[in-house]
């Protein structure tokens, strides 16, 4: 079945360091992408997505890209915040209605 | 409403009760999910609906679990002789278009579920 693997956490980092999470995916047919971002206290919300190979999603200095050579989608930001501190997830969904499919979840910390 | 609401926040259930969680999409919005999410897992698809059709329940866990949306808005998932193992985080998500993948959804803070 479709599946979702993200690297393992947590991760703490010093501000202004630079972030990759890493997320792989195994999916039949052409699955879209997504990273959703949760903050402390608030809900799963869109943090970028990308719906077809070699797409690049962006958002809030966030990037990810597509690439079905390898089935991942890692997240990079060059300059992270304090702010950014959250618990970040990489999804997929290959239905036609946009059912996701989640990886485990990274908890990021970012230290002054 | 803003986003989307659920209620309770919290609830503590002895093992064997009845539960009910209710879900407010945001107004307006076509699809409606339930997901449920273990502690330091990510979340698990239960069940979609479109409008008051309940068009996929592949993820329901066993038939303790139901879940329903009669006028195609607020909607509500049951659990029945709640276990152990039930304790968990259940999400509720909507999303405005009804066929495509490439939708964002918008989740609601969630309901924890503390099963003794």
């Known amino acids: 079945g479709d599946s979702v693997t993200q690297m393992e956490g947590p991760v703490t980092l010093s501000e202004e360091a630079f972030l990759t999470i890493n997320c792989t995916y195994t999916?039949?047919?052409?699955?879209?992408l997504f990273w959703y971002v949760q903050y402390p206290g608030e809900g799963l919300q869109l943090l970028l997505k990308?719906?077809?190979?070699?797409d690049k999603g962006s958002n809030k200095g966030f990037e990810a890209t597509y690439r079905k050579e390898t089935t991942s989608f890692h997240l990079e930001k060059g300059s992270v915040q304090v702010s950014d501190s959250a618990v970040y997830f990489c999804?997929?969904?290959?239905?036609?209605?946009?059912?996701?499919?989640f990886g485990q979840g990274t908890i990021l910390t970012v230290h002054p | 409403g803003a986003g989307v609401s659920q209620s309770p926040r919290y609830k503590v259930a002895k093992r064997g009760q009845d539960v009910a969680l209710r879900c407010d999409p945001i107004s307006g919005h076509v699809s409606l999910f339930w997901y449920q999410q273990a502690l330091g897992q990510g979340p698990e698809f239960l069940t979609y609906?479109?409008?008051?059709?309940?068009?996929?329940k592949s993820g329901l866990p066993s038939d303790r679990f139901f879940a329903e949306r009669p006028e195609g808005s607020v909607s509500t998932l049951k659990i029945q002789r709640t276990q152990q193992e039930d304790s968990a985080v259940y999400l509720c998500?909507?999303?405005?278009?009804?066929?495509?993948?490439?939708?964002?959804?918008?989740f609601g803070e969630g309901s924890r579920l503390t099963v003794l």
């Open positions: 609906f479109q409008n008051e059709a309940q068009l996929d």
């Open positions: 990308a719906t077809k190979a070699d």
């Open positions: 999916a039949t047919g052409y699955p879209s």
């Open positions: 999804a997929l969904s290959v239905t036609s209605y946009g059912k996701l499919t």
């Open positions: 998500a909507s999303s405005l278009w009804r066929d495509s993948n490439t939708g964002e959804l918008f």
